[in-house]
Nanobody, 121 residues
Framework: QLQLVESGGGLVQPGGSLRLSCVASGSTSEGNFIGWFRQAPGKGREGVSC????????RYADSVKGRFTISRDNAKNTVYLQMNSLKPEVTAIYSC??????????????WGQGNQVPVSS
């Protein structure tokens, strides 16, 4: 079993920045790929970004390219999502998920509790 715990969410003003953290524990070999997802009020789950823990290869949704950066610190079993130039329309619950196999959206089998990220003045 793999456990994921997110932190770093909270209210941020438009144009501001926020860094989310996702710490993995337990069977970390089950988390070769870590993805960040979000779900806005009244909308479905959306993939934001994903990283290969082994080689650092990254993927981003077109809507966040240039503003969001995913990174990892393997010594701390932690994956980060740096979010810059935040807009109100990205208000959502952000969660990290883990997959042993790939960044494919249907491959994630572990997930954290989610963090609220409201973007509002």
């Amino acid at each position: 079993q793999l456990q994921l715990v997110e932190s770093g969410g909270g209210l941020v003003q438009p144009g501001g920045s926020l860094r989310l953290s996702c710490v993995a524990s337990g069977s970390t070999s089950e988390g070769n790929f870590i993805g960040w997802f979000r779900q806005a009020p009244g909308k479905g789950r959306e993939g934001v970004s994903c990283i290969s823990v082994s080689d650092g290869t990254t993927r981003y949704a077109d809507s966040v390219k240039g503003r969001f950066t995913i990174s990892r610190d393997n010594a701390k079993n932690t994956v980060y999502l740096q979010m810059n130039s935040l807009k109100p329309e990205v208000t959502a619950i952000y969660s990290c998920e883990a997959s042993p196999a790939s960044c494919g959206s249907h491959s994630f089998i572990y997930w954290g509790q989610g963090n609220q990220v409201p973007v509002s003045s």
